[in-house]
């Protein structure tokens, strides 16, 4: 549909737009005619209301025959084509309205009309091909916008893509350190692997009840958190501490699921289980001015390579707060003497 007449504002805003041209139709036709200011305004404004309607043609022809994927001649061949046309079919209706004018209303006007058709058939041919450039113009505009449109589309659709796929690598990731895990203790703790098992099993039922959720309450995310440490516990016994200070009110606050496990797995691999004695992890969650910020704190030993406490965690989370917030987020990590921070700034929202 042609996209004045979709819409009814837009289309008596183009109609408004003719009145201009009307006035100005009126007074060559006083100057060059003779006629008075009410013959030649009588004629002019029902004429430009018809040519208003006859010049929202060209669109479909501008449709047919882009620039750029059309030959000129053609282009320019049929346009010059349909603007002659129009101009003819508009002095045929100059000529019939002259005719009731001069029966109906003034005597005469139609005779001094007449010596006006050539003038007329000109100014239709030009307001035609002006039409023709403004509905070109209205086209790329269009065009440009269906463009703009797919490309957001596409780049939504990358974006969820991309999420998806950092989000499948979680799950495996930590599956496999488990399974590691629960074989290295089964031919030396058989109790201890079977109770592993368990954990393991209760947190695996906890992520995929999430299904295909992008996103879920800061309540949810740690208690998904604090049960992947419970798996880890029985693995670490009295080695590993667990300590979590969260604000109430930060339980609103949806966060991207499974955000905390990769960092608080970091922090066993590259921090708690380096150390002879062991240690503890702390989770801070507060939130004021619609943001939510969250740490990890973890022990660990000073003397092992900085990169190794730099993994695929890290850098996950890094990828889905840049694919979900763009530069709304951020994740910073310090380092003191023995102990490690990761800290999560990130909008505090209902709905991501």
Known sequence: ???????????????????????????????????????AWSLSSPLAVLYALICLAPWYMCRALPIGASPVYKILGNHLA??????????????????????????????????????????????????????YVLLSMETSKEAESREQEALTLARDSELKALKAQINPHFLFNSLNSISALATVDGLRAR???????DFLRSTLKLGEKQSISLAEELALAKAYLEVEQVRFGARLQVEIDADRD??????????????VENAVKH????????????LEARCGNGRLQLKIYN???????????????LRNVRDRLRALYENRARVDTTSTDDHFVVEVELPCLEHV
């Open 1 to 39: 549909m042609h996209p004045l007449i979709a819409r009814q504002g837009r289309l008596s805003l183009y109609l408004l737009a003719w009145i201009p041209l009307a006035l100005l139709l009126a007074y060559l036709l006083r100057m060059t005619g003779g006629l008075a200011w009410t013959e």
């Open 82 to 135: 349909a603007a002659v046309v129009a101009g003819l079919f508009w002095i045929v209706l100059a000529k019939g309205l002259g005719l009731l004018l001069g029966r109906y209303l003034f005597a005469g006007v139609n005779e001094r009309l007449s010596a006006q058709l050539p003038l007329l058939f000109g100014i239709g041919v030009l307001l035609y091909l002006l039409s023709v450039a403004l509905h």
């Open 195 to 201: 109770e592993m098992c368990i954990k393991l099993s």
């Open 250 to 263: 930060c339980d609103h606050c949806v966060v991207p699921s499974l955000l905390l496990q990769p960092l």
């Open 271 to 282: 921090g708690i289980a380096g150390l002879v004695d062991g240690g503890t992890i702390r």
């Open 299 to 313: 022990a660990f030993d000073p003397d092992s390579p900085a990169a190794s406490r730099h993994g695929l965690g």
